[in-house]
């Protein structure tokens, strides 16, 4: 997996950089988005960007490769995955919770109609 999903020397390296740190800022800017009622396409460009700091995370602290599309790719992939999953998350939460009388949780990561 080493060359094709992360280059560092270490698997440790890429969880650490990219799912707790990065997939953590992406939950939580999921989670924002939701808050503040913003469109799903406001969180994906969020995300965008968020993916250029986790690259230059890894080039700083590991001299990770700074300009490399294929981990460019496959650090977004999975921070737009974290991140719409809080996004989710947090709207279930808010349809159910501020409008009671219409929506129920049919699951943690969606609602449907009372009715």
């Given at each position: 997996?080493?060359?094709?999903?992360?280059?560092?020397?270490?698997?440790?390296?890429?969880?650490?950089?990219?799912?707790?740190?990065?997939?953590?800022?992406?939950?939580?800017?999921?989670?924002?988005?939701?808050?503040?009622?913003?469109?799903?396409p406001?969180?994906?460009?969020?995300?965008?960007?968020?993916?250029?700091?986790?690259?230059?995370?890894?080039?700083?602290?590991?001299?990770?490769?700074?300009?490399?599309?294929?981990?460019?790719?496959?650090?977004?992939?999975?921070?737009?995955v974290?991140?719409?999953?809080?996004?989710?998350?947090?709207?279930t939460?808010?349809?159910?919770?501020?409008?009671?009388?219409?929506y129920?949780?049919?699951s943690?990561?969606?609602?449907?109609?009372?009715?």
């Open positions: 997996m080493q060359g094709i999903i992360y280059e560092e020397a270490s698997i440790w390296q890429f969880f650490f950089v990219t799912l707790l740190l990065g997939g953590w800022a992406a939950w939580m800017t999921g989670r924002a988005c939701a808050d503040t009622w913003r469109p799903m406001t969180l994906i460009f969020f995300l965008l960007l968020l993916g250029i700091a986790v690259r230059f995370i890894h080039h700083a602290l590991f001299e990770g490769t700074m300009f490399s599309l294929q981990f460019y790719i496959v650090d977004t992939i999975i921070l737009i974290l991140g719409v999953l809080g996004f989710r998350y947090t709207r939460n808010q349809m159910t919770r501020q409008y009671g009388w219409l129920e949780k049919a943690p990561l969606s609602w449907r109609s009372k009715g």
